[in-house]
C-alpha cells in the first residue's frame, strides 16, 4: 500500500490550454474524490466517483472541468481552456465503505496548478 | 462552500504548551473529522469523532464535539515543533453525506 499518488505534483501552464491530472487511489478503496485547494482556505469538494460511478459534482465544477474514473480504478481530472482563476492545488482522496462515509479518507499530495 | 469556521485562524505558542482550536459548523453532521496539513502538501487524518460521541482521544489529542451548539474543538497537550501546521474539521452530513466538507483551518505555529 504505497497510499494516494497524484501526477503530476506541479503543473504550470497557459491560459487558454487543457491540462489533465492523474490521482491512483489506494488500491481496494471504492470511493475517490477530488477537491480544489487555494492558498488559505480549506479544501473545496469538486466530485466524487463510488467505483466507476460519478455521484456527486460540484456547482464548482464548471463544464469546463471533466473527470472520469474508468473501471473503477485511477480517475483523471481534465480542465479545458483553463483560466488564471483555476490556479489551485488539486487534491484526491479515496476511501472505503457503502453508504454514509464513516472513515476517515485518504489524500494524495496534490498537484499544484499555475495557470500564467 | 466552507460548512464552517475555525477560531482561531492562527496561534503561535511555545513547545511543550498545549494548542486549542476550535470549530463551528452549520447543518447536522453524521460525523466530524480532525486533519492535518503542513505546508503545501496533502492532508493526514487525526481523529474522528461520530455525532453521538462527545469526547475522543488520540495520544495527545483530544477532541470534543457539542451538536447542540454545533461545535467542536482539538487539544494538542504537550506541543512539538513538528505540530506546525494547518489544521482542518471536516463534515460528514446526515442523510448519507458521502463526502467531507472542510472549514478555513487554523494555522498553527510552535516555536522552540
Known amino acids: 500500500d504505497t497510499g494516494v499518488s497524484q501526477d503530476p505534483r506541479h503543473k504550470i501552464t497557459k491560459r487558454g490550454q487543457n491540462v489533465t491530472f492523474r490521482c491512483d487511489p489506494i488500491s481496494e478503496h471504492n470511493r475517490l474524490y477530488w477537491y480544489r485547494q487555494t492558498l488559505g482556505q480549506g479544501p473545496e469538494f469538486l466530485t466524487y466517483?463510488?467505483?466507476?460511478?460519478?455521484?456527486?459534482k460540484s456547482r464548482l465544477l464548471s463544464d469546463r472541468f471533466s473527470a472520469e474514473r474508468p473501471k473503477g480504478s485511477f480517475s483523471t481530472l481534465e480542465i479545458q481552456r483553463t483560466e488564471q482563476g483555476d490556479s489551485a492545488m488539486y487534491l484526491c482522496?479515496?476511501?472505503?465503505?457503502?453508504?454514509?462515509?464513516?472513515?476517515?479518507?485518504?489524500f494524495g499530495q496534490g498537484t499544484r496548478l499555475t495557470v500564467v | 462552500s466552507q460548512q464552517g469556521e475555525e477560531d482561531p485562524q492562527a496561534l503561535s505558542i511555545q513547545e511543550g504548551e498545549n494548542a486549542t482550536m476550535n470549530c463551528s459548523y452549520k447543518?447536522?453532521?453524521?460525523?466530524l473529522q480532525w486533519y492535518r496539513q503542513n505546508s503545501g502538501r496533502g492532508l493526514v487524518h487525526l481523529i474522528l469523532i461520530r455525532s453521538n460521541e462527545r469526547e475522543k482521544h488520540s495520544g495527545r489529542l483530544r477532541v470534543t464535539l457539542d451538536t447542540s451548539k454545533k461545535s467542536s474543538s482539538l487539544l494538542i497537550t504537550a506541543s512539538r515543533a513538528a505540530d506546525t501546521a494547518s489544521y482542518f474539521c471536516a463534515t460528514v452530513g446526515t442523510g448519507g453525506g458521502n463526502k467531507l466538507t472542510f472549514g478555513t483551518g487554523t494555522q498553527l505555529k510552535v516555536e522552540l
Open positions: 447543518t447536522s453532521i453524521n460525523n
Open positions: 482522496a479515496s476511501s472505503l465503505g457503502w453508504g454514509g462515509l464513516n472513515t476517515e479518507a485518504f
Open positions: 466517483f463510488q467505483n466507476e460511478a460519478q455521484l456527486e
